[in-house]
């Protein structure tokens, strides 16, 4: 079992920046592929981020590519999502979650274990 839990979400105007944390707990970190994940009102889960366990591999979604970056740190047992030029539209409730998969990081059903979620809201 692996529990997560997210931090760092808050409310920030457009062009600023946030940085969220995952911190994990129950085993050791370096053995998962994580991932982050966010979840508008009324919309559909959608992929954000993922990291590949060593992170020597990072992928994105178009809609974030150039202004977010997924970091980890396996000694701390967290992983990191430096959000910049925040947009109304990156307003959501993000999630990390975790797995042991080596593919599909992109597709929700892939991940094992997920954390409650920090709200984000980006205002204009």
């Known amino acids: 079992q692996v529990q997560l839990v997210e931090s760092g979400g808050g409310l920030v105007q457009a062009g600023g920046s946030l940085r969220l944390s995952c911190a994990a707990s129950?085993?050791?970190?370096?053995?998962?592929?994580m991932g982050w994940f966010r979840q508008a009102p009324g919309k559909e889960r959608e992929f954000v981020a993922a990291?590949?366990?060593?992170?020597?591999?990072?992928y994105y979604a178009d809609s974030v590519r150039g202004r977010f970056t997924i970091s980890r740190d396996n000694a701390k047992h967290t992983v990191y999502l430096q959000m910049n030029t925040l947009k109304p539209e990156d307003t959501a409730v993000y999630s990390c979650a975790a797995t042991r998969s080596n593919g599909r990081l992109r597709s929700y059903g892939t991940y094992d274990y997920w954390g409650q979620g920090t709200q984000v809201t980006v205002s204009s």
């Open positions: 990291i590949s366990w060593n992170g020597v591999s990072t």
């Open positions: 129950g085993r050791a970190l370096s053995s998962y592929n």
